[in-house]
């Protein structure tokens, strides 16, 4: 059972304008919300992260949304570049379980120029 | 540059064969983990150090077996494995294994595996 779910498997963008990546949980125990970019033959870096207790961070061009009550967050590029063409996973982890991270199937962003 | 370097980068190994891997992090870090993650699949717990010792193994096989030396090097000797162990297998650390939201998981770029 999967408790973080990326529904799309990949997303194509033109260049300049907003890529928005989804998120669904189904563990109420979670509380902190992860993104991470994966290139090919590297491993996954970190991107943005959200505590259950804000519903927005951003940095930079990045901007995570979280709607709790929906069991949903969001990852917005604003605007996309061809280099952000990766794979990005979304992450969740629960307090007692500190930073054991339950990972979503990611979702491929192909950002065109 | 990843801060946390994983050797070798790919590996071929015969089911009888036995080998290790290495992963080596120099950022004080005092929570080491690996995980595989399978194609087109999220990455998955395998086990996490604290401190050097073993606190969590999420029902691994033992053909995986896991080794801290020292805070810095983490291993995982292999023996015995499957084909379908076939994967990418992540390190990455922490600062802790509690959780701290200025310091997420730093992960290694992997090793690809294949066991023919």
């Known amino acids: 059972d999967q408790q973080v779910k990326q529904n799309s498997p990949s997303l194509s963008v033109q260049e300049g304008r907003i890529s928005i990546l989804n998120c669904d949980y189904t563990?109420?125990?979670?509380?902190?919300f992860l993104w991470y970019k994966k290139y090919p033959a590297e491993g996954p870096t970190f991107l943005i992260s959200?505590?259950?207790?804000?519903d927005k961070n951003e940095d930079g061009r990045f901007t995570v949304f979280l709607n709790k009550s929906a069991k949903h967050l969001s990852l917005h590029i604003v605007p996309s570049q061809p280099g952000d063409s990766a794979v990005y996973f979304c992450?969740?982890?629960?307090?007692?379980?500190?930073?054991?991270?339950?990972f979503g199937g990611g979702t491929r962003l192909m950002v065109k120029p | 540059d990843t801060e946390v370097t994983q050797t070798p980068k790919h590996l071929v190994m015969g089911m009888t064969n036995k080998k290790s891997l290495k992963c080596e992090q120099h950022?004080?870090?005092?929570?080491m983990y690996w995980y595989k993650q399978k194609a087109k699949k999220p990455p998955e717990l395998m086990f996490v150090?604290?401190?050097?010792?073993?606190?969590i193994n999420e029902s691994v096989p033992s053909r995986f077996s896991p080794e801290c030396p020292n805070s810095s090097l983490l291993n995982l000797h292999l023996h015995a494995l499957q084909p379908e162990d076939s994967a990418l297998y992540l390190c990455?650390?922490?600062?802790?294994?509690?959780?701290?939201?200025?310091?997420?998981?730093?992960f290694g770029n992997g090793t690809r595996l294949t066991v023919t």
């Open positions: 992450a969740a982890s629960a307090t007692h379980a500190g930073n054991m991270l339950t």
């Open positions: 950022m004080g870090h005092r929570a």
């Open positions: 990455a650390s922490s600062q802790g294994q509690a959780r701290s939201y200025n310091s997420p998981l730093h």
């Open positions: 959200i505590s259950s207790i804000k």
């Open positions: 563990n109420s125990m979670f509380d902190y």
């Open positions: 150090y604290s401190y050097e010792k073993l606190s």
